[in-house]
Each structure stands twice: as structure tokens, then as C-alpha cells.
């Protein structure tokens, strides 16, 4: 399995991004995704997830109503992360996430340890 996030780069703040992940070697479909972030000296932490086989979706506090994760609909391996109103303190390395097989509960999705597959990482700088 190999995920690629792609989109990152540096934006003033107020702006926007969007942010993709491409999956192969399984089919996403039937797994649930997310992204993860992690800041220079900080935790990782849960940053947006979209549910096994639905279109249910989970935000972080810090992202609710800017941020929003999305199933690719002509692409069923692909998920998108669109980003508006940037923050200074969204700065961070963004990781595409993939479940394992089982179907877990709402409250997995907030959890590193709910997903099998990490991608490597894209770039986020908020910044003027």
C-alpha cells in the first residue's frame, strides 16, 4: 500500500489549499481515510477523517467549518483535503491516512492508531 499526498506549499494567511492523497494497492473505498498533522515541536494530531464505506465525516475543533475532507467521486482511490481560512498555527506537515479492514466506531477515527497506512507527509506553511 502507498498513499501520496500531494498540494502542500506556503500560503498567506486567510488563503486556502487543497490537499490530495492517492492510495494504491488497495481500494480505498472500503476503507476509512484522514489526515493527520503535525507541527515543529508539537504532537501529531487528527486533523479530518471520512468514514468506511459512507460519507460520514469527523473534524478536528481546531478545523470544524474551515476544513473540509472529501471521497474523490470520479476517482474512487483518491481523498481531498480542501483547506480555507489558514491559520498561522495550521503550519504543518500533513500525513494521508488509511484504515485497516475492520469498520471501526466514530470515536477511532480520532486516534492514530485506528489507521494501518501513513503517507509521507506534504508541506503546509501559513505565513505572510
Known amino acids: 500500500v502507498q498513499l501520496q499526498a500531494s498540494g502542500g506549499g506556503l500560503v498567506q494567511p486567510g488563503g486556502s489549499l487543497r490537499l490530495s492523497c492517492s492510495a494504491s494497492?488497495?481500494?480505498?473505498?472500503?476503507?476509512?481515510m484522514g489526515w493527520f498533522r503535525q507541527a515543529p515541536g508539537k504532537e501529531r494530531e487528527f486533523v479530518a477523517a471520512?468514514?468506511?464505506?459512507?460519507?460520514?465525516?469527523?473534524y478536528a475543533d481546531s478545523v470544524k467549518g474551515r476544513f473540509t475532507i472529501s471521497r474523490d467521486a470520479a476517482f474512487n482511490n483518491r481523498v481531498h483535503l480542501q483547506m480555507n481560512s489558514l491559520r498561522p498555527e495550521d503550519t504543518a506537515v500533513y500525513y494521508c491516512?488509511?484504515?485497516?479492514?475492520?469498520?471501526?466506531?466514530?470515536?477511532?477515527?480520532?486516534?492514530?492508531?485506528?489507521?494501518?497506512?501513513w503517507g509521507q507527509g506534504t508541506l503546509v506553511t501559513v505565513s505572510s
Open positions: 494497492g488497495l481500494t480505498v473505498s472500503r476503507n476509512g
Open positions: 491516512v488509511v484504515t485497516g479492514a475492520g469498520n471501526p466506531i466514530s470515536s477511532a477515527y480520532f486516534r492514530p492508531s485506528t489507521y494501518f497506512h
Open positions: 471520512v468514514r468506511k464505506g459512507t460519507t460520514s465525516t469527523y
